[in-house]
């Protein structure tokens, strides 16, 4: 499939504006389930660490599950995609409404909603690349901040549904509310060429004729004949048992009467096909073992290795707040009449702020962008040493808009990812360090957890959490420090790669 000049604009809006619904209505339960960690606490009486996976796997499943997305979009497309995708998800919140016990909250809503999640993202962020090249940053990020605003208005209207319909209506309603998905998924029309000629076509018609050059026996022809002269003598076969042998005579009458060279032009057909299909596949298997030998390389720079580490310290440290917030102020026995807006809503509004914030701050060329990441690595892992020390509702407030502000440093993790291999090799690496935040996002919040229902108190958790984001903070401003300058110049003096990769991005 070729594809036309990116518009930069036109209906390219409109796919920014149905990608940000889109990401809004998926994410906007997941990221704002903390609300719903509350009452499935209550209503399954089970412990705080095993009711955590339900969340963690909602928001995990999906980047652990990154390439797997990247590849069913590159197969059907962004818009068969997002469409199926919005079934899963509205299935997955209203199956989660008759949920009998917290297992099948695991699968309903971790790994329903979660899978349904992830592929909505990739679609949105395939299908919003392919529309715009000049101005594909501002358009990313607008969509990005969906999510955003999902969790600022999901936790406050999930909250409110719980106490009118209870906790199965709120899930009804969420999920009848995401069937809206499947509007905004028939409007993202893919951007193709009309009238080109498939690229497989192109492939055959451009290969010489020497690669077809056929040097094993004229026997393995012959065969290749005689099995599909069986073929068509066992389908009529089984479609009219009494003609067959009348068919199966009819047949060699037929065959019998083509002349010698119309056969030698069908068995050099066969011949081309059959030698095309090998020299593929053994170009598909050395395009795989190029891929493993650049996933080893980018290993060995060190920058890298320390940044896989600390992405994967700070979702399992710093993912968590955004999930137990709600309950740490329970625990802290505050009333529910201070409550002037809840908690996971301020995380929310301050995430975009952040986003915002430290997008444009990566702009300026006297910032270094790997340092500004580091910097708020240190500054979440104080944030969380901080919360023990919380017993009010202000105090919980400043610390969640804070951490939430801090959590905007996803929007500068591209450009730290850039300037740590190089923008030929951002898609490969990109890959592989969300794949590691999935699994901090899977493990962080039922490690909290069950810190709480081993100590009965959140100061060993949060303390636990703390430390994860500092020791990866730490990891990487040490390896930063002494070979920066080093690494980034090698990485960018290596030769453009010459395969692609379609691996899905976190927002």
Known sequence: MVFRKPPDGGWGWVIVLVSFFTQFLCYGSPLAVGVLYLEWLDAFGEGKGKTAWVGSLANGIGLLASPVCSVCVSSFGARPVAIFSGFMVAGGLMMSSFAPNIYFLYVSYGIVVGLGCGLLYTATVTITCQYFDKRRGLALGLISTGSSVGLFIYAALQRELIELYGLDGCLLIVGALSLNILACGSLMRPLESSGSPPLEKLCVDKVPDQ?????????????????????????????????????????????????????DTYKKKVVEQTNFCKQLAKRKWQLYLTYWKETMVLFKNKVFSALFIAILLFDIGGFPPSLLMEDVARSANIN????????????????????????????????????????????????????????????????????????????????????????????????????????????????????????????????????????????????????????????????????????????
């Open 211 to 263: 690669y077809f050059v056929y040097h094993e026996k004229e026997k393995t022809v012959e065969e290749n004949i005689n099995i599909l002269e069986k073929g068509y003598i066992d389908e009529k076969c089984v479609n009219s048992v009494p003609d067959c042998k009348q068919d199966s005579i009819l047949n060699k009458n037929v065959l019998n009467s083509i002349n010698v060279n119309e056969k």
């Open 336 to 507: 529910e009449d201070d409550y002037y807006m809840p908690l996971i809503s301020i995380i929310g509004i301050m995430t975009t702020v952040g986003k915002l914030v430290l997008g444009i701050l990566a702009d300026f060329k006297w910032v270094n962008t790997l340092y500004l990441y580091v910097t708020t690595l240190l500054m979440t892992g104080v944030a969380l040493f901080a919360i023990p020390f919380a017993k009010s509702y202000l105090t919980l407030a400043m610390l969640s808009g804070i951490l939430g502000f801090l959590t905007g440093n996803w929007s500068i993790f591209p450009y730290v990812t850039t300037k740590t291999v190089g923008i030929e090799k951002l898609t490969h690496a990109y890959g592989i360090l969300m794949f590691f935040a999935g699994l901090g996002n899977s493990l962080g919040p039922p490690i909290v957890g069950w810190f709480y229902d081993w100590t009965q108190e959140y100061n060993t958790a949060f303390c636990f959490s703390g430390f994860c984001v500092l020791l990866g903070g730490f990891l990487l401003l040490l390896a930063a420090l002494p070979c920066w300058n080093a690494c980034t110049n090698q990485s960018s003096k290596l030769p453009p790669s010459t395969y692609s990769y379609k691996v899905a991005s976190s927002a």
